[in-house]
């Protein structure tokens, strides 16, 4: 939905504001990046900053702001960050400060740390556009996710002292987890009852292929370049993930990315991972400016018949990982170390999925009172869509 006032024609040419949080990177954000891309023209991301979201949620991020902006920078839609910016965007700060001609946000209401419409003066002044929301997913179900595992201590078979990890029945737990996968969040309300039916009890992603070959390369294989493969389950996506692939993918010249189904992560990992499912965290790794393809349910030990089919001529590995979180003891690099194709990389960044973890186990009841708050709200809001 565009201002009346806004001319469609000279979009083509203009700068494009957007703004966001952006923490706890998930599709909804990547799918509001590309909506506004598709307008045309230059589009500049403002990360807002670390206090300001203090301000106008009542908590800090989980990543840093400079963190989050990696992430941002990393997504192949955009064309320039501005970080620490404000939460309320005023017609000065657009016009002079991010030197942009428009400012685009999704079609639900914005309240700043004014307590007003953080972009009322963009909207009087003609100069908004507004694109649709993704529904269905949100910072805040993540976080609530996160923080049922921690108060369950769902955690608890995943290290030992040796921080090696560590499970006393895994075929058990497996069933657990995969008994989980079916029931997990599901609770029963009244309306459902009545009905004989289940109540999800907060928004799952229901993704159209539509939306997917939107967010894939169209990029083909090269003749005679070299085709470099990692793979993994990108679970809680953060700039560790950016920096890996962009230096795998400075390996070669086709850079095609594995990603793991959700029964592959439980069984690698344990419950409760991963936190977002298959779909989620293939639309986060397609958004990225270094991904050319993607394969979903990866094979978690890479065989010779693998990498013939899909012409594979490096396998890149991380130097930092979550490996002490691994059950499984068998190497899944061992054919591809035999045969001379396997390179370690050095990203530089130590973050972890396990640290984003500690992050938010070391602020989780400022952050449990804060979010369940906010889903709250969400539910409200996503009910008047019904």
Same mark, same amino acid.
């Given at each position: 939905? &565009?201002?009346?006032?806004?001319?469609?024609?000279?979009?083509?040419?203009?700068?494009?504001?957007?703004?966001?949080?952006?923490?706890?990177?998930?599709?909804?954000?990547?799918?509001?990046?590309?909506?506004?891309?598709?307008?045309?023209?230059?589009?500049?991301?403002?990360?807002?900053?670390?206090?300001?979201?203090?301000?106008?949620?009542?908590?800090?991020?989980?990543?840093?702001?400079?963190?989050?902006?990696?992430?941002?920078?990393?997504?192949?839609?955009?064309?320039? &960050?501005?970080?620490?910016?404000?939460?309320?965007?005023?017609?000065?700060?657009?016009?002079?400060?991010?030197?942009?001609?428009?400012?685009?946000?999704?079609?639900?209401?914005?309240?700043?740390?004014?307590?007003?419409?953080?972009?009322?003066?963009?909207?009087?002044?003609?100069?908004?556009?507004?694109?649709?929301?993704?529904?269905?997913?949100?910072?805040?179900?993540?976080?609530?996710?996160?923080?049922?595992?921690?108060?369950?201590?769902?955690?608890?078979?995943?290290?030992?002292?040796?921080?090696?990890?560590?499970?006393?029945?895994?075929?058990?737990?497996?069933?657990?987890?995969?008994?989980?996968?079916?029931?997990?969040?599901?609770?029963?309300?009244?309306?459902?009852?009545?009905?004989?039916?289940?109540?999800?009890?907060?928004?799952?992603?229901?993704?159209?292929?539509?939306?997917?070959?939107?967010?894939?390369?169209?990029?083909?294989?090269?003749?005679?370049?070299?085709?470099?493969?990692?793979?993994?389950?990108?679970?809680?996506?953060?700039?560790?993930?950016?920096?890996?692939?962009?230096?795998?993918?400075?390996?070669?010249?086709?850079?095609?990315?594995?990603?793991?189904?959700?029964?592959?992560?439980?069984?690698?990992?344990?419950?409760?991972?991963?936190?977002?499912?298959?779909?989620?965290?293939?639309?986060? &790794?397609?958004?990225?400016?270094?991904?050319?393809?993607?394969?979903?349910?990866?094979?978690?030990?890479?065989?010779?018949?693998?990498?013939?089919?899909?012409?594979?001529?490096?396998?890149?590995?991380?130097?930092?990982?979550?490996?002490?979180?691994?059950?499984?003891?068998?190497?899944?690099?061992?054919?591809?170390?035999?045969?001379?194709?396997?390179?370690?990389?050095?990203?530089?960044?130590?973050?972890?999925?396990?640290?984003?973890?500690?992050?938010?186990?070391?602020?989780?009841?400022?952050?449990?009172?804060?979010?369940?708050?906010?889903?709250?709200?969400?539910?409200?809001?996503?009910?008047?869509?019904?």
């Amino acid at each position: 939905m &565009v201002d009346s006032k806004v001319d469609l024609k000279n979009l083509s040419e203009s700068r494009i504001y957007v703004d966001g949080v952006f923490d706890l990177i998930h599709w909804g954000h990547l799918n509001a990046l590309r909506q506004s891309y598709e307008l045309g023209g230059k589009l500049v991301i403002g990360i807002i900053s670390d206090e300001e979201t203090r301000r106008a949620k009542g908590i800090c991020p989980i990543y840093t702001q400079e963190e989050r902006a990696e992430i941002v920078m990393g997504c192949k839609w955009v064309d320039e &960050v501005m970080v620490g910016v404000p939460y309320d965007v005023t017609l000065d700060f657009l016009l002079n400060t991010a030197k942009c001609d428009y400012v685009a946000h999704g079609d639900d209401i914005a309240i700043g740390t004014s307590g007003k419409d953080c972009y009322l003066e963009p909207k009087n002044a003609g100069l908004m556009i507004h694109f649709k929301r993704s529904y269905g997913v949100s910072t805040s179900t993540t976080l609530s996710r996160l923080i049922e595992s921690l108060e369950f201590e769902r955690f608890y078979h995943l290290a030992n002292e040796n921080h090696q990890a560590v499970s006393s029945d895994f075929d058990k737990a497996l069933k657990k987890n995969e008994h989980e996968l079916l029931t997990e969040g599901l609770t029963d309300v009244e309306s459902a009852r009545q009905l004989g039916e289940r109540h999800v009890s907060y928004p799952r992603c229901r993704l159209s292929l539509n939306l997917l070959s939107k967010f894939l390369s169209n990029k083909d294989r090269p003749g005679q370049g070299k085709v470099v493969y990692v793979d993994g389950s990108f679970d809680l996506f953060h700039n560790g993930h950016v920096r890996f692939l962009k230096a795998a993918r400075a390996l070669g010249d086709y850079l095609i990315v594995g990603i793991y189904d959700d029964q592959t992560v439980r069984t690698i990992k344990g419950s409760p991972f991963p936190f977002t499912n298959m779909l989620d965290r293939c639309l986060i &790794v397609s958004a990225m400016k270094y991904t050319d393809d993607v394969i979903l349910g990866a094979p978690y030990k890479i065989t010779k018949d693998f990498v013939k089919i899909y012409g594979i001529d490096i396998v890149a590995v991380g130097k930092y990982s979550d490996s002490r979180l691994i059950h499984v003891k068998s190497n899944p690099l061992e054919v591809v170390e035999n045969m001379g194709i396997l390179r370690f990389v050095d990203s530089g960044s130590k973050t972890t999925s396990m640290e984003i973890i500690k992050r938010v186990s070391d602020r989780i009841v400022h952050i449990r009172d804060n979010v369940t708050d906010r889903c709250r709200r969400e539910s409200i809001h996503y009910k008047a869509y019904e």
